[in-house]
């Protein structure tokens, strides 16, 4: 008799998500028999959020934010419920809400991790002097690869990319052999650093050395469709995006394979993933959430077409974190709907910043173009071209 086959062992991502959800299982049995354990608590509520790190599945932060919310009714703000609720706080866009988690437990501000999410904040909020000057004090006093990781990317937007990489390497340097998904995270950063300047080849090379330190991870073909579309092959890129699709729902992803397929002439079935794309933006909303309104501006300044939409939700999102992104999608959106005056002015302020982007630049040029002024428009388009000389076929928004 022929032997069996023996199944091929798990990717790391599903090995990671089996052990996650064995140890909320263990955790939930604990608890039921004890709920003054407070340690147990806190432990099921970090490892609930782990899981939905990885899945991204709305259930999954639902059920770590509630763990929270019972820890937090039970046992007051203690420093590590509080720093847990902040993180997922500003996963979502809540800033005001993060800022009272801080405030909540003050001794956090003396922390590392504490003083990390308030430096996220302040980029968050524009005050990127302020975020740069914590970043650095801090790794002054230790060189942690997540701040590491921080600085790099406020490197990378305010122009100095062959240095944001450098420490984005340094960062993978820091960890440890059995940090594989770390690793794969940084190497991701730093496909999009490379990806952001057209450097297809080297975001390709990124997206594969993520792909074999943490093997089946969604969020790899993910980047890799992105990668494949940057370059004009849509077709693979939509292929890919819809594997992904098959065992992960996220409304943009739903999205950019709806744009895919309109720029590949499949109007019909794009319109399939991109009303399932709009009824999930709207239904967060609906809830009270916000972190889709970037995504909300962006679907109707350009798949959805409907550019005073666009322009409702882009003012939203400035209103709760006015920085560069926010400001540049919001004159994105006024140029769509033919406010150019408008759009000049809220381009300017993302300008100001210093901030070095080539959609940030490209999106001046159009406004400058449109209002009549020849040498800007010029200016901002070559701006846009040195960062990124090959440019994008598509660029998709995951």
């Known amino acids: 008799m022929a032997a069996l086959a023996s199944a091929p062992p798990p ?3 599903a090995a990671e998500v089996a052990k996650a959800q064995l140890d909320i ?3 939930e049995t604990i608890v039921r028999r004890n709920t003054r354990d407070v340690e147990k608590r806190v432990r099921l509520a970090y490892r609930q959020f782990h899981l939905a790190s990885l899945t991204h599945q709305q259930r999954h932060f639902a059920a770590a934010e509630q763990s929270i919310a019972d820890a937090l009714r039970d046992f007051g703000p203690k420093e590590d419920l509080c720093l847990l609720k902040a993180n997922i706080d500003g996963r979502f866009h809540r800033l005001e809400q993060v800022k009272e988690d801080l405030r909540s437990c003050p001794s956090l501000g003396r922390r590392s991790a504490g003083r990390a999410v308030q430096a996220d904040i302040d ?3 524009g005050r990127y002097d302020s975020a740069r000057s914590t970043l650095e004090q801090m790794i002054a006093e230790d060189r942690t690869w997540d701040n590491l990781a921080r600085l790099a990317h406020w490197t990378w937007k305010f122009g100095d990319r062959v240095l944001a990489d450098r420490l984005y390497a340094e960062a993978e340097d820091e960890l440890t052999a059995k940090e594989l998904r770390s690793f794969a995270w940084l ?5 999009e650093l490379a990806l952001s300047q057209g450097l297809f080849s080297q975001a390709h090379a990124h997206a594969e050395r ?3 330190s943490f093997t089946g991870h969604w969020k790899n073909r993910e980047f890799a469709a992105k990668v494949l579309a940057a370059r004009g092959e849509l077709e693979p890129a939509a292929g890919e995006l819809m594997a992904v699709a098959d065992s992960v729902s996220r409304p943009e992803l739903h999205q950019a394979i709806g744009e895919l397929l309109l720029a590949l002439g499949r109007a019909a079935e794009a319109q399939h993933w991109l009303e399932s794309a709009l009824r999930e933006y709207l239904a967060s909303a609906r809830r009270g959430e916000t972190h889709y309104f970037h995504h909300l501006s962006d679907f109707y300044a350009d ?4 550019p005073a939409e ?3 939700w882009a003012s939203r999102d400035v209103a709760l974190r006015e920085n560069f992104t926010t400001q ?3 004159a994105w959106a006024l140029l769509r709907n033919g406010d150019i005056n408008d759009g000049l002015r809220w381009i300017n302020r993302a300008l100001s910043s210093g901030v070095q982007d080539a959609t940030v630049f490209s999106t001046a040029a159009a406004l400058y173009g449109l209002s009549g002024d020849a040498a800007l428009e010029q200016r901002f388009q070559n701006a846009a071209t040195l960062i990124c000389p090959q440019g994008r076929t598509v660029h998709l928004h995951l």
């Not at 190497?187 to 496909?191: A, H, M, P, S």
């Open 328 to 330: 540049s999608a919001l």
């Open 210 to 212: 993520a792909a074999a």
């Open 25 to 27: 299982e263990r955790l």
């Open 303 to 306: 798949a959805g077409a409907q």
């Open 11 to 13: 990717s790391a991502y």
């Open 310 to 312: 666009a322009v409702k």
């Open 123 to 125: 980029f968050q909020e």
């Open 187 to 191: 190497e991701l950063q730093r496909g």
